[in-house]
């Protein structure tokens, strides 16, 4: 029998809030973790970006806050402003109706604002670690009576060196409370700090998402030499018209230097990355989801959460050096059955770290030379039963689109701002 939100054990009230927002049946991740939330267990979860963990953990918080208690007892964390913004906007469509108070805490936003509405103690707090210490050492943000800790995307807390931070901020919540790590990955450090701050917790290893079925997404990958990316780069961009287009890079520094040498070819560019202040990051992000800028060039960290309609084509100036960014790189392009392509970089010194990826896709990805000449054809065999590791890994479950297919998915060419 297939379960339902309110079988897990959530209230009729807030199942009637999901129907009409026409969420009506539970991922994999909630199915395996709201029960045991309930029971107050300590969980570390490892389930890919985008299999429901938002609503796995704030639907039994928002459940349990006691609504005639005014002070802080639920502490979300997130890596990043946008994720953190993003988990508090999904709150905010629940939690007025059930009379809670919900507050974000961000940087890109005046400490005195905010000190103004943690008078009144909400009883969720949802942040960034930087943002919260800051609060908490100004004896602002009061954790003592949590009892409930969200840690998101704890693998890319430890990317953005924050995990530091979040050991601090855990140590100063009860010794009795529960803590919740969510994550793409669980790096050894991960576990350390849920060995240090948990007690007996369920590890959770959800598959929901794991095997990669990217039908309308066409993969490539060009073996090319570092000095030849920019000018090749500018050629596809030039020849393509993408009509939104997301080129990442590994570091800040990649991502800004190669913002500025696109801008100088004169092309019209939006550049987001960590250093950035919260103001110009949505304003980016804004004039990108508008179509007034049709190329973002971003790091991984900053466009995490990023859902925008229209991403017709994904370029890795580099390769990411973590499967998981792969994955949630291409992730932004053939959304809502549209058709897209991911165009990958690779010199020869990525080659491990392709063949890492391709592993994992399980799928040879369709390698082109320096010129555009196919080198390596994609295997697009249908997926076999699984075998033992003995044997040979099974094919990729989609099928690439005919070359340039990509291309009929949008129209108003016309409109598009081009290269002067």
């Given at each position: 029998m297939a379960k339902t939100f309110q079988t897990l054990g959530i209230s009729p009230e807030i199942c009637e809030m999901l129907h009409k927002q026409g969420v009506n049946t539970p991922t994999a991740v909630q199915e395996q973790s709201i029960p045991s939330l309930f029971k107050g267990r300590d969980i570390l979860a490892q389930a890919q970006t985008g299999t429901g963990k938002t609503y796995a953990f704030l639907l039994p918080?928002?459940?349990?806050?006691?609504?005639?208690?005014?002070?802080?007892?639920v502490l979300i964390m997130a890596p990043t402003r946008e994720l953190a913004k993003q988990i508090a906007d999904v709150a905010h469509t629940l939690a007025p109706d059930l009379g809670i108070d919900v507050l974000d805490l961000i940087g890109g936003k005046t400490i005195e604002n905010q000190l103004q509405k943690l008078h009144r103690h909400p009883q969720v707090i949802i942040g960034t670690p930087g943002r919260l210490l800051d609060h908490c050492r100004?004896?602002?943000?009061?954790?003592?009576?949590?009892?409930?800790?969200?840690?998101?995307?704890?693998?890319?807390?430890?990317?953005a060196g924050f995990l530091e931070d979040v050991d601090t901020l855990i140590g100063m919540t009860p010794k009795r409370r529960q803590v919740l790590f969510f994550s793409a990955t669980i790096p050894d450090k991960i576990k350390g700090l849920a060995k240090k701050h948990m007690s007996n917790p369920l590890v959770l290893n959800i598959?929901?998402?794991?095997?990669?079925?990217?039908?309308?997404?066409?993969?490539?990958?060009?073996?090319?030499?570092e000095?030849?990316?920019l000018p090749r780069l500018c050629q596809m961009i030039t020849d393509m018209n993408p009509y939104l287009a997301i080129v990442f890079c590994n570091t800040k520094e990649r991502t800004s230097i190669l913002a500025s040498q696109?801008?100088?070819?004169?092309?019209?560019?939006?550049?987001?990355?960590?250093?950035?202040?919260?103001?110009?990051?949505t304003q980016v992000l804004r004039d990108f989801a508008k179509a007034k800028t049709q190329i973002l060039v971003a790091t991984d960290i900053a466009a995490r959460g990023i859902d925008i309609e229209g991403i017709t084509h994904v370029f890795s100036y580099d390769v990411p050096h973590d499967v998981d960014y792969y994955v949630h790189r291409i992730g932004r392009t053939g959304r809502a059955g549209n058709e897209g392509l991911s165009?990958?970089?690779a010199t020869a010194e990525d080659e491990n770290w392709v063949r890492r990826i391709e592993h994992t896709i399980q799928a040879t990805i369709t390698k082109y030379t320096a010129n555009g000449k196919v080198k390596v054809t994609s295997n697009t065999r249908p997926p076999k039963k699984k075998k033992t590791y003995k044997d040979k890994l099974p094919a990729s479950s989609y099928q690439t689109t005919k070359e340039k297919r990509h291309k009929s998915l949008h129209?108003?060419?016309?409109?598009?701002r081009r290269r002067s």
């Open positions: 918080s928002l459940q349990q806050i006691k609504t005639d208690v005014h002070m802080e007892q100004r004896n602002s943000l009061d954790l003592s009576g949590v009892g409930r800790i969200v840690v998101d995307e704890a693998d890319q807390m430890l990317q598959l929901e998402g794991s095997t990669i079925t990217l039908e309308n997404i066409e993969q490539r990958i060009y073996m090319i030499r000095e030849q990316k696109l801008i100088a070819k004169g092309f019209n560019i939006g550049e987001l990355h960590g250093d950035m202040s919260q103001g110009r990051r165009i990958m970089f129209k108003g060419g016309d409109n598009r």
